[in-house]
């Protein structure tokens, strides 16, 4: 399956969310689990995300304008941090739902049916979660990767309540409902956090990540001379863009084309290593003193 923009994906991803509430919230009402009802709450929170999501690339596929130089890429996060702040709200009604229930438990009903809506629903979950991270990694999109995540969390989460209507069934203990229900809600908290780290690094413009840190500087390192250096490398990432600069030495007798010629090859060769990145090169003479006194953070030259 071929989606010409990560849009279309979010579409797919919308879609399928509508569908698991029809199908958690039927199930939820046959069976009155409470571990349903948190299922269900928690595809709620995926509709809500893929309608944000939806935005945010939106705005984040518009291009460079007068006010904004270097583009609208991280406006991907403002949907990831909406998806991890909506996650942590539904769990907390879980929980409030939940601890009712533990209070005074219930029987459950028509548990057959139930199951077989709330199994098909986790497969259909499952197979748009795959379908996004093949996309998200085509696309290189944090958006489209978080609510991947997020999805296979809803199949593991109703893997977890089917488990636990199951054991009712074997057991006639009602009260391992709501108890698995808790169960799903903290682990719901959990991937609330990661999804919060993640957003808030890269808000903070964090760095390349290591491998293709590293990638970057073997890359110079094979440019290296006597007559060429480099350093001030720095990199940031935001949402599918990379931005990197550095300072290229050179001796000051080169002519102005040398030195154009080189900045350009090693753009070039950059944007072609890693992708989606804007190269920016600052050449100074080697021999003058004042060249070395911006080393940058990782790049520096004894």
Known sequence: MVFASPRHVILLSTAAAVATIVLKTLAWRLTGSVGLLSDAMESGVNLVAALGAFWALTLAAKPADRTHHYGHFKAEYFSSGLESVLIVVAALAILHTAIGRLQQPEPLEQIGIGLALSLAATALNALVAWVLLKAARRFDSITLRADAHHLLTDVWTSAGVVLGIGLVKLTGLTILDPLIAIAVAVHIVV??????????????DRSLPDPEQ???????ASYETEEIRFHALRSRVAGSRRFVSFHVLVPGHWTVQAGHDLCEELEHRVAATLTRTHVMTHLEPIEDPRAWEDLGFRWEQG
């Open 214 to 220: 590293q990638l970057l500087e073997k890359l110079l």
């Open 191 to 204: 991937t609330g956090w990661t999804l919060f780290h993640e957003t808030a690094s890269g808000l903070l």
